[in-house]
């Protein structure tokens, strides 16, 4: 913000636009991504085009001392992040059988959660003991090192395919038994003729089961940027702490993300219905009782600090879930109705969708808490994102109890276009 220019008691007003350039440039391109992404043969080349994205925006950040161009890289690094998610999703999904999906999207989120944490913490090291340049310098290298990793990379859907290109050739001929051919040929038309005109996105919104985890996804964004923009407020106005209490305030709330591979096995054995509406029941009475810690005293930052554990508990144990859900969905689809969903499925765009949701929480979270906060106070900012809590709860109902369920309820759209 100095670069910029910008008066330092500006500063939060200008980090929070552009955070939310961020996430608002992730928000609208998430879908486009997840299509697009459907349609390339590999996942690797959305991978790098992802990280050459991204190092563009280092660059143009590295380099200015505008305003204006600190938003337009903040607007590149949303696009990065939004296609390097959709890609990470549809990479685990073709990697990892259904059953075990959900510890699998455990692990990710808990390596994202490392990353948030562990990425102020260098960055404030490296800043401290090398300046800004060398900050980038360093972000630099991870890149390179992860360019690296993903020219790599070998996909399970490129080694299927090369085996059997090595089976073909060691046939007579080179080629594979006519029989086989034949049967291949009549399969593939007979699913040729299921398949709709339209984008398999609009056939995923007609799911009820993919509309409720999407919104589920899109409440948890709300609670968890809601605190961003104001639980470093809340502690240094009512407890007096410094930049750094205000910066630790946030461990509670991101460790339990370190939980997500067990959340996710658990989602795994029980389904997404138990976890899910478990979790949002629980939410709202930990949410509500943040407002009893308002007095300063220790006795009420301990009991905030309990509470923000559990909040963050009860987040990160349905994220899994609500992943896992939307391409149960899909194979429901799939198998009800074969190739409705396109000749390569709509992994990505399915898990665009849900990313979709993701960042338009983040998006709109800050602008909700500081407005209530802000206008009301703590206690009806943290009632209100409870009461939102409670009524996210009610549809969870609807959820699926385990992956072997196959309810011709949940198959029905919940409505036709």
């Not at 992802?50 to 696009?79: D, E, K, N, W, Y």
């Not at 360093?138 to 090369?162: G, L, Q």
């Given at each position: 913000?100095?670069?910029?220019?910008?008066?330092?008691?500006?500063?939060?007003?200008?980090?929070?636009?552009?955070?939310?350039c961020?996430?608002?440039?992730?928000?609208?391109?998430?879908?486009?991504?997840?299509?697009?992404?459907?349609?390339?043969?590999?996942?690797?080349?959305?991978?790098?085009?992802?990280l050459?994205?991204?190092?563009?925006c280092?660059?143009?950040?590295?380099?200015?001392?505008?305003?204006?161009?600190?938003?337009?890289?903040?607007?590149?690094?949303?696009?990065?992040?939004?296609?390097?998610?959709?890609?990470?999703?549809?990479?685990?999904?073709?990697?990892?059988?259904?059953?075990?999906?959900?510890?699998?999207?455990?692990?990710?989120?808990?390596?994202?959660?490392?990353?948030?944490?562990l990425?102020?913490?260098?960055?404030?090291?490296?800043?401290?003991?090398g300046?800004?340049?060398?900050?980038?310098?360093?972000?630099?290298?991870?890149?390179?090192?992860?360019?690296?990793?993903?020219?790599t990379?070998?996909?399970?859907?490129?080694a299927?395919?090369?085996?059997?290109?090595?089976?073909?050739?060691?046939?007579?001929?080179?080629?594979?038994?006519?029989?086989?051919?034949?049967?291949?040929?009549?399969?593939?038309?007979?699913?040729?003729?299921?398949?709709?005109?339209?984008?398999?996105?609009f056939?995923?919104?007609?799911?009820?089961?993919?509309?409720?985890s999407?919104?589920?996804?899109?409440?948890?964004?709300?609670?968890?940027?809601?605190?961003?923009?104001?639980?470093?407020?809340?502690?240094?106005?009512?407890?007096?702490?410094?930049?750094?209490?205000?910066?630790?305030?946030?461990?509670?709330?991101?460790?339990?993300?370190?939980l997500?591979?067990?959340?996710?096995?658990?989602?795994?054995?029980?389904?997404a219905?138990?976890?899910?509406?478990?979790?949002?029941?629980?939410?709202?009475?930990?949410?509500?009782c943040?407002?009893?810690?308002?007095?300063?005293?220790?006795?009420?930052?301990?009991?905030?600090?309990?509470?923000?554990?559990?909040?963050?508990?009860?987040?990160?144990?349905?994220?899994?879930?609500?992943?896992?859900?939307?391409?149960?969905?899909?194979?429901?689809?799939?198998?009800?109705?074969?190739?409705?969903?396109?000749?390569?499925?709509?992994?990505?765009?399915?898990?665009?969708?849900q990313?979709?949701?993701?960042?338009?929480?983040?998006?709109?979270?800050?602008?909700?808490?500081?407005?209530?906060?802000?206008?009301?106070?703590?206690?009806?900012?943290?009632?209100?994102?409870?009461?939102?809590?409670?009524?996210?709860?009610?549809?969870?109902?609807?959820l699926?109890?385990?992956?072997?369920?196959?309810?011709?309820?949940?198959?029905?759209?919940?409505?036709?276009?």
């Amino acid at each position: 913000m100095t670069r910029a220019g910008v008066p330092y008691s500006e500063r939060e007003y200008w980090v929070s636009v552009l955070l939310m350039c961020e996430a608002g440039t992730a928000l609208a391109l998430c879908p486009v991504f997840g299509y697009l992404v459907d349609r390339v043969h590999t996942r690797k080349f959305p991978f790098l085009s992802a990280l050459v994205i991204l190092a563009g925006c280092m660059v143009i950040q590295h380099t200015s001392h505008s305003l204006a161009i600190f938003i337009v890289g903040r607007l590149f690094q949303g696009c990065a992040a939004a296609l390097v998610v959709v890609a990470s999703f549809a990479l685990l999904n073709d990697s990892v059988p259904l059953e075990h999906l959900g510890q699998t999207i455990g692990y990710l989120g808990s390596a994202i959660a490392l990353g948030f944490l562990l990425g102020p913490f260098l960055g404030g090291i490296v800043f401290h003991a090398g300046g800004y340049n060398a900050v980038f310098y360093v972000a630099y290298s991870i890149i390179a090192v992860d360019c690296a990793m993903r020219v790599t990379m070998i996909e399970k859907r490129a080694a299927i395919r090369w085996e059997q290109e090595s089976v073909t050739e060691q046939q007579p001929n080179g080629n594979a038994s006519p029989g086989r051919e034949s049967a291949s040929t009549e399969q593939n038309q007979d699913i040729g003729q299921t398949r709709g005109t339209k984008f398999a996105l609009f056939r995923i919104l007609q799911q009820r089961r993919v509309l409720l985890s999407s919104w589920a996804l899109l409440a948890q964004g709300i609670l968890v940027s809601a605190f961003d923009a104001t639980l470093p407020i809340f502690v240094e106005t009512r407890y007096g702490w410094s930049e750094l209490g205000m910066g630790l305030i946030f461990l509670p709330m991101a460790i339990p993300a370190f939980l997500e591979p067990l959340f996710g096995f658990i989602t795994d054995r029980c389904g997404a219905r138990l976890i899910a509406c478990a979790c949002f029941c629980l939410l709202c009475p930990a949410l509500i009782c943040l407002r009893f810690a308002e007095r300063d005293d220790i006795a009420y930052m301990v009991l905030l600090i309990i509470l923000l554990f559990l909040i963050g508990v009860f987040i990160h144990a349905c994220t899994p879930a609500m992943f896992v859900e939307t391409q149960r969905a899909l194979t429901a689809m799939e198998a009800e109705n074969p190739g409705c969903l396109g000749p390569t499925g709509a992994v990505a765009q399915g898990f665009g969708l849900q990313s979709m949701c993701q960042f338009a929480g983040v998006f709109f979270g800050p602008l909700w808490g500081g407005f209530v906060e802000y206008r009301f106070g703590w206690g009806t900012m943290s009632g209100s994102l409870g009461m939102l809590a409670a009524l996210t709860a009610v549809p969870m109902l609807w959820l699926s109890t385990d992956e072997h369920e196959e309810d011709d309820e949940d198959r029905e759209p919940l409505f036709r276009c």
